[in-house]
């Protein structure tokens, strides 16, 4: 099985100990999981804002973690789907892009879609109880 994790879900994986962390892992050890370079650069933009605390190797870190465990998709065409919030049709292109089963997010445009393109897009409960 193939999953998008949003960026907000790798951040709470990041700096929570909720279940974002223990789908995080879960994902390492049982399931491909895929990203983007446009994915990982806001991810890197977002973990780099002062609220968060995180220092720069912390960041680095962590990156580096998943550029090695996941798909790392080339995003070619953006779709215009959700026009409240265009960001989030990276996510959409990026499931696309690497032939995802599952989008996993808490962002509101994205789960009122429900799916996309055959593309499940759940809450990170669903897809812990869906594994």
């Not at 960026?7 to 892992?25: C, D």
């Not at 977002?46 to 680095?60: A, I, Q």
């Not at 996941?70 to 996510?91: H, R, T």
């Amino acid at each position: 099985m193939r999953i998008v994790l949003d960026t907000n879900v790798l951040i709470s994986a990041l700096i929570g100990h909720g279940k974002p962390r223990r789908l995080l892992i879960r994902l390492f050890r049982e399931h491909e999981s895929v990203s983007s370079r446009q994915m990982l650069a806001e991810l890197e933009d977002v973990l780099s804002r002062r609220k968060f605390g995180l220092t720069r190797s912390r960041v680095d870190e962590f990156l580096g973690i998943l550029v090695k465990r996941f798909i790392v998709s080339e995003v070619e065409k953006i779709p215009e789907v959700i026009s409240e919030d265009p960001d989030d049709d990276v996510v959409l292109a990026t499931a696309l892009a690497g032939g995802a089963d599952y989008i996993v997010t808490g962002d509101g445009h994205l789960l009122g879609l429900r799916e996309y393109q055959g593309i499940r897009i759940v809450r990170v409960g669903e897809m812990l109880k869906a594994l």
